[in-house]
């Protein structure tokens, strides 16, 4: 029996808060070879699942050697917009994780994709509030990012008779978390998608907070976002999850069905909604943003199929049960 | 007949665009009479309407002589929380008007006096997201201040280990127009309303954007007041317009029913909606935030009584219209 509670026998012990109801299913020694039998390949979310800020959590390169030793394909998509896939990929190598740049669908890349998609021309410049995982993206795909980084240094004077000069060829305002926003962005953004006559308004996604240090919770895109949507009363184009476009690039690339994947992720209203809008089996952790408690939020909506605290539990659980049989 | 159409005949040539109903008629020198008739006091906003930035919109200073002489009751009442009303009746003495302190209603006193009526103990800290305007209106109610202006400087680095501390003595988050707006204000706020028990988010207005210079605008306290709902999913008490909340102080100065008094403002959704929320006539003006083809939008919900180009209107067609006579 495992510290994490739920019974190994036949019946589900493991539903834990709603009797015979296929979701909110402590992830147990039974039902996680269900789970692994179940899947060819694990979707993860990076923030507060592998990783908080820039430590590892416990037992995670364990746990995905175990995954990759099963046949099981890994892939990691994350709303964090700071890093290109190429960053996100050295940070992997950083902390001894080998994570192809295939394997990374970042929101910063979906940003960039959405306008490709979208026939966006690259004779238009993008403004980006956000970090240089943006531009960086926005470049590989052929376009003229502005702002970012080297905007947030600079300052505004609100003096009489000075105009705020913003480029009229900026067609899209890529929206994400972005630790130097000033009010020199928020005013060039809002220009842009106030008079600039169509220009696009795309967040990379909208989370509330998110573990951009180990010890502690920050504000998330959805911070910067929502100032956004507060200046020009509009609101924006989400890329990120819960939106599944990043799936369509997913499935580009592996020949799995979504019925066939598990979402695992910390988050309900991104990570899990995202998993359960695209048809994937759901795994919530709560090892970052989510605690336990706010499972028994009675007012809560949205239902992983199954929770665990931490995602080496997945290795954990299956091997106690191995060693069980 | 004068410049801004509408006539000065019997009939209500000035309702403008929906025949007979006794809203959106446009200003003229017939009406004028009837709506001087029937006021006591005027409430101005005061951007967009007595001036844009720092600069004085034309004939005002005129015209709210002339309001004065026919012994009305001239009242401002501000969403811009950026001055305390000492501030304010400063920046009106320095454009060449007289305004005292308590003819003065700003966002930032509202705050404070939100505090006061509602027993919010001295011995709890505030802290602000904005202006000095708010710092020295909290601080004349007896409250500590924390934030606010010093704050805009300090910075934040996202390193491992690294512990954001704030005051758990904070027991209300102000937010208003804040042009130094940063990360470091952001987590802040945000902390201590996820952390601190029974902390308050009190937001002084939402205006989405306004006046900041004369050229053009800016993003306004909704845009602050957003970033906050985005990053702690909890919304904010407005206490500026359309609340009603600052109606009561006014209500105790004056004692004028709210029926003979007529709001005048630039934006229809803080302005004249506070004006009809609260009972009073309503004066649009075009000299700021909402323009005449705001005016044609078949969605549009909220409509004054009347509406004009600028305030200096109100001295112009009466005079045309005596000179007729």
Not at 208 to 237: D, F, R, Y
Request: charged share 20%; aromatic share 8%.
């Amino acid at each position: 029996m495992t510290a994490s509670g739920g019974g190994g026998g036949g019946t589900n012990d493991g539903a834990a808060t709603n009797g015979g109801d296929r979701w909110d299913q402590l992830l147990t020694s039974y039902n996680v070879k269900q789970l692994l039998d179940s899947v060819d390949a694990f979707l993860f979310d990076c923030d507060g699942v592998i990783w908080r800020g820039d430590v590892l959590i416990d037992g995670v390169s364990e746990t995905l050697d175990f995954l990759r030793s099963l046949g099981k394909k890994l892939v990691f998509v994350t709303n964090n917009s700071t890093k290109s896939r190429k960053q996100y990929s050295q940070k992997f190598h950083s902390l001894g994780i080998i994570v192809s740049e295939d394997e990374i669908f970042s929101s910063s890349f979906a940003a960039a994709m959405y306008l490709k998609v979208n026939n966006f021309s690259e004779e238009k410049k993008v403004y980006v509030i956000g970090g240089e995982g943006i531009l960086d993206e926005l470049k590989l795909a052929g376009y003229t990012g502005l702002g970012g980084p080297d905007d947030g240094k600079k300052t505004v004077e609100l003096k009489p008779n000075c105009l705020f000069d913003h480029d009229k060829n900026v067609g899209a305002v890529v929206v994400g978390l972005d630790p130097n926003i000033n009010y020199y962005k928020l005013q060039y953004g809002t220009l842009c998608i106030r008079e600039n006559p169509g220009c696009l308004f795309i967040a990379t996604n909208r989370d509330s907070v998110g573990h951009m240090t180990n010890l502690q919770e920050w504000p998330g895109a959805g911070c910067m976002v929502a100032a956004i949507c507060g200046s020009t009363e509009k609101e924006p184009i989400v890329v990120g999850k819960p939106s599944t476009f990043m799936m369509n690039f997913l499935l580009q690339k592996f020949n799995i069905s979504t019925s066939r994947m598990c979402m695992v992720g910390d988050r309900l209203d991104t990570d899990i909604l995202f998993g359960q809008n695209a048809g994937c089996t759901t795994l919530l952790v709560l090892s970052g943003v989510t605690n336990a408690s706010a499972l028994e939020d009675p007012s809560r909506k949205i239902r992983p199929d199954y929770y665990t605290n931490k995602v080496s539990d997945l290795k954990r659980l299956f091997l106690n049960d191995s060693q069980q049989v």
